[in-house]
């Protein structure tokens, strides 16, 4: 089944530490998205990519990198420069940029200690 | 810059009565509008999209909206409320940076039996 694999789904790690997020989508989509939720705040985009090999910063960028170099994996590092990284993470795709629509994953939670 | 409302963070309703989820956008330009359902601790999934033509639209598990552009609306409705709709639901509307979605704050729908 085509779809959109998120991993680890739970991550413990202790404060001043680089937690990395796996993305994986098999749908053949070019853009890829990182988004993060908080409760009660919706949901607000960190880092985007319409293209293998090209990036754009989101709304929360700071403190987060990623990197495209393969258009199905669009990884996503927390670092210790996040001031508050205890979130649930999201990464979506769609076909191409612009359309709206996005597919999601199932999401992971970290929790720093 | 475009937006979106969702006026109410929590509604609650009884088992087999209305369902009504409210969303007002802002936009500048016509707008794609969205909705998303999520269930606890997983991704979105699409309930139903306008992006132009008929203004009702249909969707899944018995959700529609209605487009309104003289009230700059996308409400949700549901006939009859099931247990299994308890969940949060997204209004989204395109027109953020290069095109990107943006996310209402969410409705937590709760369902009494």
């Known amino acids: 089944d085509g779809g959109i694999t998120q991993s680890p789904k739970y991550l413990f790690r202790k404060e001043g530490q680089n937690v990395t997020l796996s993305c994986e989508q098999n749908l053949n989509h070019d853009a890829m998205y990182w988004y993060r939720q908080d409760p009660g705040q919706g949901l607000r985009l960190i880092y985007y990519?319409?293209?293998?090999?090209?990036?754009q910063k989101g709304d929360i960028a700071e403190g987060y990198s990623v990197s495209r170099e393969k258009k199905e994996s669009f990884p996503l590092t927390v670092t210790s420069a996040q001031k508050n990284p205890t979130a649930f993470y999201l990464c979506a795709s769609s076909i191409g940029a612009n359309t709206g629509e996005l597919f999601f994953g199932e999401g992971s939670r970290l929790t720093v200690l | 810059a475009q937006s979106v409302t969702q006026l109410g963070s929590h509604v609650s309703v009884s088992e087999g009565a209305l369902v009504l989820l409210r969303c007002n956008y802002s936009s500048s330009v016509p707008p794609y509008l969205f909705w998303y359902v999520q269930y606890p601790n997983q991704g979105l999934q699409l309930l139903l999209k306008?992006?132009?033509?008929?203004?009702l639209v249909k969707g899944i598990n018995g959700f529609e909206a209605e487009f309104k552009k003289s009230e700059t609306s996308f409400h949700l409705t549901k006939p009859s409320a099931h247990m299994s709709d308890a969940a949060e639901y997204f209004c989204?509307?395109?027109?953020?940076?290069?095109?990107?979605?943006?996310f209402g704050k969410g409705t937590k729908l709760s369902v009494k039996p």
């Open positions: 306008y992006t132009t033509g008929a203004t």
């Open positions: 989204a509307v395109t027109g953020g940076s290069q095109g990107n979605l943006i």
């Open positions: 990519s319409q293209i293998v090999n090209d990036f």
